[in-house]
């Protein structure tokens, strides 16, 4: 009974020592290891054989550490604590046990006083027969032994069942062998109940050694260590405060334990990233808080790798640090999937703010192209029919029309002009900003040109203004260059001088400047020969027929257009040249104006390889000042007259003013612009002989002669002088070429020409003196008609042929004034008919044309005229297609100008004026 | 509302219709001019009629349209001819339609010529004969539209000859 008593508790205390293999608490006090009760899987761990090689130790820095460090001795403190606390409860235990026991003892011990009592009297009779109270002692000691929790149990039959009679000598004698019978029972249980005591003592004293017991359980936390950093990549150690490893455990070992124990970083390693891991070390160790960061290393030994390094100081029970913690985790791969991705993330932004950036650029500049489109298509809708109604009153013009009736055409022809130019100024921004705009290179005479500009801005002047050119005495008579863009910047600019001043004058200085780009020496070179040339005439470069320029110098020229007007103000001037920009808002209401001709300017000059500037005081005036290259041309002979301006040209602009260098133009009454004397032609005694002056509403002088008809120029040739203006008393009777009163003359009439395209020759008519002879070469029956009408309407007439071959044909019998020549013809084309127009008015043969096949017909007019023929004619080509390089090919093969088909009245006269007049 | 309406004579014959006659040219013009079918050319054309040749610009058309119904023929059977590919030839007719239509402002038919001399230029017969037919087209187009032009002009002209019976014969 007691013994299954004894069983019982052994196995509860079993239990409670198995659980105490494990530190519960450890799970407890932090969660540190969230590790399974290894009672049930104990045999898990003893499958795994562990390699224990990796982890290398330095077990007297172990030892130490633990010892010293606070952490070993808490850890440590920890383990003995919870040691203790079990002893104390198997202590404990015991204790109650005894406790129990001797609570026995004593009711016993009461029992057995009571019996005594009974029993006092035979006591001494069976002194000698009775245990001694050693015996009951013993009994006591064993009631000792008995656990508290068997208190309930009945140790002894409270009375012992006696047949005998009471107090008997037989009854006495049967008590008695009871008692001892129960006597050596007790002692049997003492005895039992010792020895367990023994046994019990033996096996706590086994159990009892906390040294065994901890070293088991850090075996045991160490295994799982193992089995759960088996595989990792990760480097754990421990370095001393000098940064020497103590202890590292290394799953993929490259190097002994001998080469790393005791050494540091930088004695183990070479190599990138070493240095800086022993630094980040050592400024954890100074700092003493804990840190992470990310290495690179490149050494020898282990190639290229990035670890994540976490490294804890580790501070002695005084909080003195001893040394770090350090634990690695090899990341390479993971960095370079993080430097891809970020790599392409990147990319990705890059990408995704190019692409707004130029799906922004590419709306922006549809935008704008769509606005300039449109601006270009509307200006261009607009000048269609404008054009229509100015050339309409232009023609209106040339029809019989009393005084007023002429006045109040040309100020309408005016204010038609300024319309167009407004959109031809649209027009030509865009072009110029499209990269569209090209330029020409033409002769002209700056002088003239001025002279026009200021003219022109007179006609239209409605202010007491003086205006005024100056053009130094340097300056070449001609020069090469786009003299439309030109006269378009002088334009404008004057005209905005105009409109803002209100009283004093403007002015206009054209000097000869040195090349802003070049050294200054050729600059001077260039004014030293183009005064020359201007002064005697002499020719530096004689031009070759075909308008090659072999030898050409470069002059620069600066213009200032100086008015005494408002000016503008400081903060204006930065804006002044951008589009549809003015001075103010102000400003545009007063003065109107789009605000595009100082951009169109300033483009234009830009264009021509110049640059426009601007000078302005407020209240004062301002200058506009644009400096431009120009070629020198060099004139072969003063005849070789090539007046590009003959639209507003009156006669009297002959060798004298070529060089007149002073223009003024006083100011006149708004009244006098109507009436039918125009100008106040004055001299300014300052300037006798240069000034110039110029009449501002000149109607255009030149000699009118109609003919009814046709037919009326091949019959009776007559010349009507028709004076319509009174003032203009000018008619040309001295044409170098009229006196040639017998020339051949073929005029087709229409009827013919309709007929057949057939040649007709010898037809001598004796021409005009007064009327230019002129001769279309044109194959094509429409354009013929529409280019005669013209000339009617021009007052001209003409002969017509219809390929290059009849046109060599008639050159050679009549002296023409000027051919108008298609380019592509049937038989032969207009550059070969050039070619050998020119090639007879080089050598004075026809060899040439005998040659290609056109024989000279009638020789003797040849011979006759042979001579005189021999002047240069102009000779304009008329192109379908309005190329560059089919002009270009004009002027090669000898041509002057060309006119681009559709012939227009406009061009036509202008061509006439230009070569005729 | 007009007085002229009760007497039974066709309005324009009493020259109240040469308002509307006239707008209605003008609209067609502009509808012309709009298309890109005409350009400013034919406006020229137009400033050059007057008095002395009142007719100048229908007799102008009319030649064109001779003229242009010639080289239309000579384009086609060149292109037919598939033996031949005279360059020079094709090059030479569409430079006179291309010529003679800008001088009367047919602005669609002369780009229409420029293209066609391109694809001449490149050897490319297939982009020839689509130009070609575009040609053609656009040509048929124009001439009925100038047809019509000319009718209402003529009936403007009947109408203001009614209304001013002198002005015809003093001329």
């Known amino acids: 009974m007691v013994h299954e008593m004894e069983d019982e508790y052994v196995e509860d ?56 460090s606070e952490k070993g001795s808490s850890q440590l403190a920890y383990l003995v604590q919870n040691w203790e606390y079990k002893q104390e409860n198997a202590v404990r235990l015991l204790r109650e046990e005894l406790e129990s026991l001797s609570k026995q003892q004593r009711e016993v011990e009461l029992k057995k006083l009571e019996i005594f009592e009974q029993h006092k009297f035979e006591e001494h009779s069976y002194a000698g027969d009775k245990r001694p109270v050693s015996v009951l002692d013993g009994v006591y000691e064993i009631f000792q032994d008995i656990p508290r929790k068997r208190n309930d149990f009945i140790v002894e039959d409270k009375r012992l069942k006696i047949d005998a009679e009471y107090d008997t000598l037989v009854y006495w004698k049967q008590q008695a062998l009871e008692l001892r019978k129960q006597l050596e029972a007790s002692v049997q249980r003492e005895k039992m109940l010792s020895e367990k005591l023994e046994e019990s ?126 634990m690695g985790m090899e990341i390479t791969d993971q960095v370079k999937k993080r430097e891809k991705v970020a790599k392409l993330r990147e990319e990705i932004a890059v990408q995704k703010a190019k692409e707004s950036e130029l799906n922004k650029t590419i709306h922006i500049t549809e935008e704008t192209m769509r606005a300039k489109q449109m601006l270009a298509t509307m200006s261009h809708e607009i000048r269609s029919p404008l054009s229509g109604v100015v050339s309409m009153a232009e023609i209106l013009s040339t029809t019989k029309l009393d005084k007023d009736q002429k006045q109040l055409l040309s100020v309408m022809l005016s204010s038609g002009d300024l319309v167009l130019q407004l959109i031809n100024d649209i027009l030509d921004l865009s072009k110029v900003e499209s990269g569209v705009m090209k330029l020409e290179a033409t002769k002209f005479r700056p002088r003239e040109v001025i002279k026009h500009v200021l003219q022109t801005a007179a006609a239209s002047l409605k202010k007491m203004l003086t205006l005024e050119g100056h053009v130094a005495d340097d300056i070449p008579i001609e020069v090469i260059g786009d003299v439309l863009r030109i006269r378009q910047i002088l334009t404008n600019l004057i005209s905005n001088a105009i409109k803002f001043t209100h009283k004093g004058k403007v002015q206009i200085n054209l000097y000869v400047v040195v090349d802003p780009y070049s050294d200054p020496q050729e600059p001077n070179l260039n004014t030293g020969r183009s005064s020359v040339s201007t002064q005697n005439g002499v020719i530096l470069d004689e031009r070759a027929e075909n308008g090659s320029h072999s030898h050409e110098t470069v002059v620069w020229l600066r213009c200032d257009v100086k008015d005494t007007g408002i000016g503008i103000p400081e903060i204006a001037l930065p804006n002044l040249f951008k589009k549809y920009m003015q001075a103010g808002a102000d400003t545009a209401r007063k003065y109107g104006g789009t605000g595009l001709g100082l951009a169109i300017c300033k483009q234009l000059v830009e264009l021509m390889g110049g640059h426009l500037t601007v000078s302005s005081k407020e209240h004062v005036g301002s200058t506009f000042t644009f400096v431009l290259p120009y070629k020198v041309s060099h004139v072969c002979d003063s005849s070789d007259d090539t007046d590009e301006f003959g639209d507003m040209n009156d006669n009297e602009s002959t060798d004298d003013d070529i060089s007149c260098g002073i223009f003024q133009f006083q100011p006149h009454t708004l009244g006098s612009l109507f009436t039918s004397n125009g100008p106040h032609k004055e001299r300014i005694s300052a300037f006798p002989d240069d000034l110039y002056t110029i009449p501002c509403s000149e109607v255009n002088p030149k000699e009118i002669s109609i003919l009814d008809d046709d037919h009326s120029c091949l019959t009776s040739p007559s010349s009507k002088c028709n004076s319509e203006n009174e003032n203009t008393t000018c008619t040309k009777t001295e044409k170098q070429n009229c006196d040639d009163v017998s020339v051949a003359s073929r005029s087709p009439s229409d009827h013919n020409f309709y007929n057949s395209g057939e040649a007709r020759n010898g037809e001598e008519v004796i ?151 | 509302m007009l007085k002229g309406a009760k007497t039974g004579v066709p309005l324009w014959l009493l020259g109240f219709g040469a308002v509307r006659l006239r707008t209605d040219m003008n609209r067609l013009l502009s509808l012309l001019f709009h298309q890109g079918v005409l350009d400013e050319q034919f406006l020229q054309l137009q400033q050059l009629q007057d008095q002395s040749s009142p007719n100048f610009v229908s007799e102008v058309i009319t030649i064109y349209f001779h003229e242009s119904e010639k080289q239309l023929r000579n384009l086609r059977h060149l292109l037919l001819d598939r033996e031949m590919w005279d360059y020079v030839k094709l090059g030479i007719h569409l430079n006179q339609l291309m010529g003679s239509s800008s001088s009367i402002g047919a602005k669609r038919v002369r780009n229409i010529c420029a293209a066609f001399r391109g694809a001449v230029e490149q050897n490319n017969r297939s982009a020839c004969m689509r130009a070609l037919e575009v040609l053609e087209h656009e040509y048929c187009y124009l001439k009925n539209k100038l047809h019509e032009l000319f009718q209402i002009e003529q009936q403007r002209v009947l109408g203001d000859a009614v209304r001013y019976p002198g002005v015809v014969h003093q001329q």
């Open chain 1, 13 to 68: 205390m079993e239990v409670e020592v198995l659980s105490s293999m494990w530190p519960e608490d450890i799970d407890e006090a932090g969660k540190k290891f969230n590790v399974e009760r290894p009672g049930s899987h104990d045999n898990m761990l003893e499958d795994l054989a562990f390699v224990e090689e990796p982890s290398i130790v330095d077990f007297k820095r172990l030892v130490e550490l633990t010892s010293y």
């Open chain 1, 767 to 917: 021409k005009s003196v007064t009327k230019p002879k002129i001769l279309l070469v044109e194959d094509h029956v429409v354009n013929v008609m529409v280019a005669k009408r013209m000339m009617r309407q021009l007052n001209q007439d003409m002969d017509i042929v219809n390929n290059g071959a009849e046109a060599v044909r008639a050159v050679q019998n009549c002296a023409y004034d000027l051919i108008l020549m298609d380019v592509c013809m049937p038989v032969m084309d207009g550059l070969q008919a050039t070619r050998l127009i020119r090639s007879f008015e080089k050598t004075g043969n026809w060899d040439e044309a005998t040659k290609a096949g056109v024989e000279p017909h009638n020789s003797l007019s040849f011979n006759q005229k042979s001579e005189k023929s021999r002047r240069r004619i102009p000779i304009v080509a008329m192109t379908a297609n309005a190329m560059s390089e089919s002009a270009e090919e004009c002027f090669e093969n000898g041509m002057d100008s060309f006119i681009t088909k559709p012939v227009t009245l406009q061009n036509l006269k202008q061509c006439l004026e230009q070569y005729v007049e």
């Open chain 1, 201 to 326: 003592i033996e096996k706590l004293e086994k159990q009892s050694s906390p040294v065994e017991e901890l070293s088991q359980i850090l075996k045991r936390a160490d295994n799982f260590l193992h089995f759960v950093l088996q595989n990792a990549p990760v480097v754990i150690g421990h370095q001393d405060k000098e940064l020497r490893y103590r202890f590292i455990y290394n799953h993929f070992p490259s190097l002994r334990e001998e080469d790393i124990i005791g050494k540091t970083d930088v004695e183990i390693f070479k190599g990138g990233g070493v240095k800086e891991s022993q630094d980040f070390k050592r400024e954890v160790l100074e700092r003493g808080v804990a840190a992470k960061r990310e290495i690179t290393f490149e050494t020898e030994l282990f190639g290229a790798k990035t670890f994540l390094i976490y490294v804890e100081p580790v501070f002695s029970k005084d909080g003195e640090k001893i040394g770090v913690n350090y």
